[in-house]
Structure formats: structure tokens, C-alpha cells
């Protein structure tokens, strides 16, 4: 056992007096037995204290009583009075509920609300992340799980317990990607903290942020009172603070694995891919038939949604940390599948959806593919001697090739699809921001020729 002062409190005002006049985290407050068991166990705080101030002397802190609609609880008041107070337990079940949970009915005797407040969280799970070799990464610590509340939960306080269910906006996100922890990261204002987190799930999130239909936002919570977090907004903040320290978030791996992974497509998979990959040791070579890595990123999106830096950018990371990429080699004619997978311990191939789709109406050989516009509008629209455009689909795709001829210069364009507005895949923002533009939208419409 270890020897430190003890003080018996008088006052709160004394308690505080006596922390403010110690060096931050050499006293600490007790205020239940079960606290000075913590306090002595094994050493159980990282930096032991020299002090401890006992709050259990403080006269009339302990109580549970209703003011209006205000419930009000005493420092002092114990876990086992919490459990069987009417008035909590009528209108407060659930912290009735936590505080038998928390303790057995011996230590509930001793253990104050006042203690569960001030004291470090008491988890097992959280202060001994190495107890069992390193595996247990908790939710407080920055991991996917906590452990106190998934059965075992005889050693964490009354407010340990973290998520422990996937929120909406998480679900809704393709790549489910974490939102509430790294909005929490940037609410401690720990960008870093946030970044690392968000490319857990996301790689290139300074261009998804830019291009996706961030779904997650109507799905946010906060819907209910008001309007969603800006979700995107704050994605495109972290992406590019991301970009802005390249060398911490793409920096080479420490040690090699010695395999060799091949990767035929430069789009957002092969991209992904790549960078996980090499994050794992791997020997990672990108090959793709452009002359530009990114695939649609590059070649399909219009500058005004994402300027082509980023993805230039994005590419110079990747190869600090030692990826390669080999551009202009078509799959099939410049390499063939089987030599790569000779060559290569693995092979992801990740080729795109460059591939015209058939509708089957009349004349569809004369129409141009959306995709083909978006590569070569300027061509186009020199080539082609129309004042008026017609685009078919309802989606985020056929937004953009609307909206690009309609500021090159086409003198009207209208956009039909068969879905009803309400079912249109394009999101909410693109659908305004076409009309915005001028552009004439007939949902429930379908076409039968050119």
C-alpha cells in the first residue's frame, strides 16, 4: 500500500479549495467507501495521488428530492438509495436500473453517486487495455466495443457505459463510417483524433465528401427537432486537414509484409484498396488504361462538384508511400489476367461500370452515353449542333450531364426519368440546385424513342 494524505471535507467549498491548491491529478476526492478501495487496489490510477480528499464529512449531501420538473440528488446519497427511491424509480427508471447494475447490493451500500461522478471511470476493460494481451480496445479508448456493457459490467462506474448500438447516420453511410465518434473527436477539438478515425472506414474522404449523396443526413437525429448536422460539410473539413498532413495520414508502413498485390482499375475501389493494403505492408501496384488515376473521379465528375486537384493530390500521397501506379495499360491487351496472376501473390480487380447500359427504345444508337458526355463535353457540345438537350435518368449521374450542358451553353435542357420525384436516386440538394440552373425535371416520365 501506498502512503498518501487524507483530508476530511467540511465543505464542498473546502473540497474544491483543497484540489485548485494541488498540482492537477496529485489529489483526488472520495466520496464513498468503495472509492478508497480503488484508490489502494493495485495501484489502479496511471499517476498515483498524494492526496485524497474525503467529501463523505460534508453535512447534508445526501438527499433525493423533486423541484418542479427537476429531479435533484445529493452528492452523498448513496447507490442503494438510488435504487430504492419511489420518486426515482417512478420517474427516473432507467437511473435506477444503472445504479443496481453497477455494484453488488454490499458495495451499493457504500458507493455514493457523488463518488460515481468524480472518480476516474472504473472500468477493468478501460484501464487495463494490455490485462489480456493488448485485444481489448475500448469504446472510451477510441475502439469499436465497450466491453463493461456487453455482460460484464461488475467493474465500470455508473457513467461508463459508451455506445454500444450502430446510430442511423452510421447505417445509412455506405462505407459506415463512424460519425458520431469523430463529430465527438472534433467536439474535444482533437482533428487529428477525428481524421484517423473517419479513414478507418474511408480513405479519400476530402473527395467523397465532395461527390457523395450523403444519405447519412437524412437519416441524422437531428431531423426530429430541426434539420440534420451537416454531415458532408464537416466530412470535406476533416478530408482536407487530411490533405493539408500528408505525412501523417499516407505515410509507408513500418515494416513489409514481402507480398505483392496487384490492383487492375484506379477508381474509388482500386483506390481504397490500395491504400489499406499498403497500410498493411503490402508491395502495392495500381494499374488502370487511363493516363490519369481516379477513373470517373477523374474522367466523369464535373470540375464544379470536384476539382481534379484533389484527386491529383490524393495520388501524390499515395505514392510517398510507395505505391505504384502503371497508367495507360488496358487489361487484355497491354496485360493479360493470367500473367498477373503469376506475376502477383494477389490480384483485386476493380474495373469500373464504363460500360454503356441498353434501355431498348428506338433510335438509342443515336443518343450519347452520359458518362462519354461527362468525359468529352467540350467536344460535344462543338461537334453537336443543338440548341436543346434532352437527359434520360433521374439519378445524381444525369444530374451533372444537365446541369454541365446546360452551363456550356445549351439553350434549354430537360430531364426525364421514370421514377416519381419522390423516388428519384438523385439526392434532394442535386434535384434543387438543376432547377436552380433552369433545368426542366419530368419525373414519371419514360421514353419509347429518340
Not at 498524494?50 to 467529501?55: A, F, I
Not at 447490493?105 to 476493460?125: E, H
Not at 475500448?138 to 465497450?146: D, F
Not at 468529352?376 to 449542333?385: A, F, G, L, R
Amino acid at each position: 500500500m501506498k502512503y498518501f494524505e487524507h483530508e476530511s471535507a467540511a465543505t464542498f467549498d473546502e473540497a474544491v479549495s483543497l484540489l485548485k491548491e494541488s498540482p492537477k491529478g496529485k489529489t483526488v476526492v472520495m466520496a464513498g467507501g468503495s472509492d478508497l478501495i480503488g484508490v489502494l487496489k493495485e495501484q489502479i490510477l496511471e499517476d498515483y495521488p498524494e492526496k485524497v480528499v474525503d467529501l463523505k464529512t460534508v453535512r447534508g449531501g445526501e438527499y433525493i428530492k423533486q423541484d418542479g420538473d427537476t429531479i435533484e440528488i445529493g452528492a452523498l446519497t448513496k447507490l442503494c438509495d438510488i435504487v430504492k427511491s419511489d420518486l426515482l424509480n417512478e420517474k427516473a427508471p432507467v437511473l435506477s436500473q444503472a445504479a443496481r447494475s453497477v455494484a453488488t447490493p454490499l458495495i451499493r451500500n457504500v458507493a455514493t453517486m457523488g463518488g460515481n461522478i468524480c472518480q476516474d471511470v472504473r472500468c477493468w476493460f478501460y484501464r487495463y487495455p494490455h490485462g489480456i494481451g493488448g485485444r481489448m480496445d475500448c469504446m472510451r479508448k477510441g475502439g469499436k466495443e465497450c466491453y463493461a456493457v456487453m455482460g460484464d459490467n461488475r467493474y465500470h462506474s455508473i457513467f461508463g457505459g459508451m455506445k454500444v448500438h450502430t446510430t442511423p447516420c452510421s447505417v445509412q453511410c455506405p462505407a459506415n463510417t463512424d460519425i458520431p465518434a469523430y463529430m465527438e473527436r472534433l467536439r474535444q477539438g482533437d482533428v487529428e483524433g477525428a481524421a484517423h478515425i473517419l479513414m478507418e472506414a474511408n480513405p479519400i474522404p476530402m473527395i467523397t465528401s465532395r461527390v457523395c449523396a450523403h444519405t447519412c443526413q437524412e437519416q441524422c437525429n437531428r431531423c426530429g427537432s430541426d434539420e440534420s448536422v451537416s454531415i458532408h460539410g464537416v466530412e470535406r473539413y476533416v478530408g482536407d486537414y487530411i490533405l493539408e498532413h500528408p505525412d501523417t495520414f499516407y505515410r509507408a508502413p513500418e515494416t513489409e509484409t514481402g507480398h505483392k498485390v496487384a490492383l487492375v482499375g484506379a477508381g474509388p475501389a482500386g483506390l481504397s484498396a490500395a491504400y489499406y493494403l499498403r497500410k498493411a505492408g503490402h508491395d502495392v501496384t495500381v494499374f488502370d488504361k487511363m493516363e490519369e488515376p481516379g477513373g470517373m473521379l477523374t474522367y466523369a465528375i464535373p470540375n464544379y462538384r470536384l476539382p481534379k486537384s484533389y484527386v491529383k493530390q490524393v495520388a501524390a500521397a499515395y505514392e510517398k508511400m510507395g505505391i505504384r501506379f502503371r497508367l495507360g495499360c488496358c487489361l487484355g491487351e497491354d496485360m493479360q489476367a493470367e500473367d498477373l496472376e503469376k506475376e502477383y501473390d494477389n490480384v483485386f480487380y476493380a474495373t469500373g461500370a464504363w460500360k454503356r447500359p441498353v434501355l431498348g427504345f428506338d433510335g438509342e444508337e443515336f443518343t450519347e452515353f452520359g458518362l462519354q458526355f461527362l468525359m468529352e463535353v467540350n467536344q460535344w457540345m462543338n461537334k453537336k449542333d443543338r440548341r436543346h438537350v434532352l437527359v434520360v435518368g433521374g439519378g445524381n449521374v444525369a444530374m451533372d450531364v444537365a446541369i454541365t450542358a446546360r452551363r456550356l451553353g445549351a439553350e434549354s435542357v430537360t430531364l426525364a426519368c421514370l421514377e416519381s420525384e419522390p423516388e428519384m436516386p438523385a439526392s434532394r440538394e442535386e434535384i434543387a440546385r438543376a432547377r436552380e440552373e433552369g433545368i426542366e425535371i419530368m419525373p414519371s416520365y419514360g421514353v419509347s424513342k429518340a
